[in-house]
């Protein structure tokens, strides 16, 4: 069965594939890891893009891309 915040991740994942290409490819890059604790419910640390459950069930699909994106950015900076 099919973890719904693992399909939310990799929609907005995918959309930005389409909308920011090269952030896209940034997060392509990125393995999802779900964590218990994370300092702001997402973020990158080394090759991982760490996420509660509880933070990204709390977004919409366009807030969770925008903040997919400002991750996107900070990890090829």
Do not use: Q, W
């Not at 693992?6 to 964590?35: D, K, N, Q, T």
């Not at 366009?62 to 997919?68: G, H, P, Q």
């Amino acid at each position: 069965m099919s973890d719904p915040y693992l399909a939310a991740l990799r929609a907005a994942r995918v959309g930005l594939l389409f909308s920011h290409p090269e952030e896209g490819m940034a997060l392509a890059r990125l393995i999802p890891r779900e964590v218990a604790n994370s300092v702001n419910g997402l973020e990158c640390i080394g090759g991982d893009l760490l996420y509660e459950r509880e933070y990204v069930k709390s977004l919409t699909h366009a807030e969770l891309k925008t903040a997919l994106l400002g991750i996107a950015i900070e990890a090829r900076y």
